[in-house]
């Protein structure tokens, strides 16, 4: 790593450290009328930040990006809409309660749990420029300054929205705009240089394909920086014997409607009993969509993630299982954890599966693309947690961006 690049990150991270106490202190209000500035300033700024966007992807074209990620680079009208209608409802969301009673301790003394703002939260993400906007709202509104850092395809995108919308809604607000930082540097060892600040950044959640991203994990946790990674993906359907085939039919479709995003469907999993009549529907919804199915004897990994593989995006993989309980030992043990759901009318087995699957997230006639911050709690996400320990666990929310501080306090404050 060159002394520049770490350098940089490193100023980054003492500017946002010195801001934070700006964001920590402002009010609910200014909170809510930053995020509501950032979505106005969102749509006035449609043509800088498209025309940014724009040069891009077609850089990105020339470089030879592949589909799956050209689509996850770029920013359509539509999508651009639609990031500031999440800032609008972001804004307009409840804040946490910053101190909520517990109990009464002896002596009539009150257990008292303090919500605090982790100070200072990195966030390394790929080729996505709305993901800048998503974390920085979601930091904002949690009162945590950031230090954002994008892979180089996407970075021209981000800059301009940083300039352009977060740092002078931020302004505007009365908070120190410095509390959002994008770390200026197109060279992966950013990446790395950030989870090695632990005084500074203590936090640092972490986006991409999987082995960068447990590449960084492993390199935080060597220098004492705690992560939130999500580095797997891959949706998993298994369809039962009392499935319904034009049900099914419709969770293939509505799970494929985009490919290069981690909860897509990836493992198509089909009841012996039902392969001949279910097959057939599988098959043309695949056409429709330009997917290819990979069969038995399969040449992977059953859970490899197609998502990751720009030359092979476009593939489910598709095996028969003999019944509910191996298809949920499938979903535990060769999947990444993410999401896995059934398609059936019998709901003693959806339950039976729900009991089975330990993943991230589980549905019942129900696309697995529903595993989205946005779309389950409507607020948008900083990722999705799949570890398997207690705290923050499926789409990472702004209600999970805080520390816990017990505090006891007299019965009676004194007067």
């Known amino acids: 790593m060159t002394d520049q690049v770490a350098k940089a990150v490193e100023e980054c991270a003492r500017a946002a450290k010195r801001a934070a106490p700006s964001l920590a202190a402002a009010t609910d209000e200014a909170i809510d009328a930053a995020l509501t500035a950032m979505a106005r300033r969102l749509v006035e700024a449609r043509e800088v930040v498209l025309e940014a966007n724009r040069a891009d992807v077609a850089k990105a074209r020339e470089e030879?990006?592949?589909?799956?990620?050209?689509?996850?680079?770029?920013?359509?009208?539509?999508?651009?809409?639609?990031?500031?209608?999440?800032?609008s409802l972001l804004?307009?969301?409840?804040?946490?309660?910053?101190?909520?009673?517990?109990?009464?301790?002896?002596?009539?003394?009150?257990?008292?749990?303090?919500?605090?703002?982790?100070?200072?939260?990195?966030?390394?993400?790929?080729?996505?420029?709305?993901?800048?906007?998503?974390?920085?709202?979601?930091?904002?509104?949690?009162?945590?300054?950031?230090v954002l850092r994008t892979g180089s395809a996407a970075l021209g995108s981000a800059q301009r929205l940083l300039a352009e919308v977060i740092a002078p809604a931020l302004a505007e607000a009365g908070i120190d705009a410095d509390v959002v930082q994008l770390v200026p540097r197109a060279e992966r060892e950013a990446a790395a240089a950030l989870v090695r600040l632990p005084e500074?950044?203590?936090l640092v959640i972490l986006r991409g394909s999987g082995e960068s991203t447990?590449?960084?994990?492993?390199?935080?946790?060597?220098?004492?920086?705690?992560?939130?990674?999500?580095?797997?993906?891959?949706?998993?359907?298994y369809v039962d014997a009392a499935a319904d085939v034009e049900k099914v039919?419709?969770?293939v479709g509505a799970s494929l409607d985009r490919l290069g995003v981690c909860n897509r469907l990836n493992l198509l999993l089909i009841h012996a009993g039902v392969q001949d009549a279910v097959w057939p529907v599988v098959r043309e919804v695949l056409a429709e969509?330009?997917?290819?199915?990979?069969?038995?004897?399969?040449?992977?990994?059953?859970?490899?993630?197609?998502?990751?593989?720009?030359?092979?995006?476009?593939?489910?993989?598709?095996?028969?299982?003999?019944?509910?309980?191996?298809?949920v030992r499938i979903a535990n043990e060769e999947t990444s954890g993410l999401a896995a759901g059934?398609?059936?009318?019998?709901?003693?087995?959806?339950?039976?599966?729900?009991?089975?699957?330990?993943?991230?997230?589980?549905?019942?006639?129900?696309?697995?693309?529903?595993?989205?911050?946005?779309?389950?709690?409507?607020?948008?996400?900083?990722?999705?947690?799949?570890?398997?320990?207690?705290?923050?666990?499926?789409?990472?929310?702004?209600?999970?961006?805080?520390?816990?501080?017990?505090?006891?306090?007299?019965?009676?404050?004194?007067?």
């Open 64 to 87: 030879g990006m592949s589909s799956g990620l050209l689509d996850r680079l770029t920013i359509t009208e539509e999508r651009l809409t639609g990031m500031a209608e999440q800032l």
């Open 91 to 146: 804004a307009g969301a409840p804040h946490q309660e910053r101190s909520i009673p517990v109990s009464t301790l002896d002596g009539g003394l009150r257990l008292v749990e303090r919500r605090r703002p982790v100070g200072v939260i990195g966030a390394n993400y790929e080729a996505r420029p709305n993901v800048t906007v998503d974390v920085a709202s979601q930091l904002v509104k949690s009162r945590n300054a950031g």
């Open 200 to 202: 500074l950044v203590p």
């Open 214 to 237: 447990r590449s960084l994990a492993t390199e935080a946790a060597t220098h004492g920086v705690r992560t939130l990674a999500h580095a797997d993906g891959g949706g998993v359907l």
């Open 249 to 251: 039919r419709s969770l």
């Open 289 to 327: 969509r330009g997917v290819t199915a990979s069969l038995a004897p399969h040449d992977h990994p059953i859970g490899y993630e197609w998502a990751l593989d720009s030359d092979r995006e476009a593939t489910v993989t598709v095996a028969q299982v003999e019944g509910l309980a191996e298809a």
């Open 342 to 415: 059934i398609a059936t009318e019998d709901a003693a087995a959806a339950e039976a599966f729900f009991d089975g699957y330990t993943g991230t997230g589980v549905f019942w006639n129900a696309p697995t693309r529903l595993l989205d911050g946005f779309k389950l709690l409507a607020v948008p996400e900083t990722g999705i947690n799949l570890d398997k320990v207690p705290g923050p666990r499926g789409p990472v929310t702004y209600t999970d961006l805080y520390v816990r501080q017990y505090a006891v306090l007299p019965a009676t404050p004194p007067s």
